[in-house]
């Protein structure tokens, strides 16, 4: 199993910035890449960003690209989010997710299995 805890949520005015953190432990080896999803009130969960941990490769949801950036620290078994330039519409509760080897694309939350608790970010206009 991996235990994923998530950090650094809060409350920014739009155009703001935060960081989020997701700290991993257990069977990391068998992780792949970690992953960033977001649920909105009333909306169904959905892709952020992901990052391979060994190569380092990203993807990302286009609503985010260019504001928002993943990062990883494999000593620490920590992932980053970056997010700028905050929008109202980026109010969400934020999950990390680990998606496994050999399991698809990395943008379906389907082929992730192992969830963090989530943490709220709410952008004030």
């Known amino acids: 199993q991996v235990q994923l805890v998530e950090s650094g949520g809060g409350l920014v005015q739009a155009g703001g910035s935060l960081r989020l953190s997701c700290a991993a432990s257990?069977?990391?080896?068998?992780?792949?890449?970690m992953g960033w999803f977001r649920q909105a009130p009333g909306k169904e969960r959905e892709f952020v960003t992901a990052?391979?941990?060994?190569?380092?490769?990203?993807y990302y949801a286009d609503s985010v690209k260019g504001r928002f950036t993943i990062s990883r620290d494999n000593a620490k078994n920590k992932v980053y989010l970056q997010m700028n330039s905050l929008k109202p519409e980026d109010t969400a509760v934020y999950y990390c997710?680990?998606?496994?080897?050999?399991?698809?694309?990395?943008?379906?939350?389907?082929?992730?299995?192992?969830w963090g608790q989530g943490t709220q970010v709410t952008v004030s206009s």
């Open positions: 997710a680990t998606r496994p080897y050999f399991r698809g694309s990395y943008y379906l939350e389907q082929n992730y299995d192992y």
């Open positions: 257990g069977r990391i080896f068998s992780v792949d890449a």
């Open positions: 990052i391979t941990l060994r190569g380092g490769s990203t």
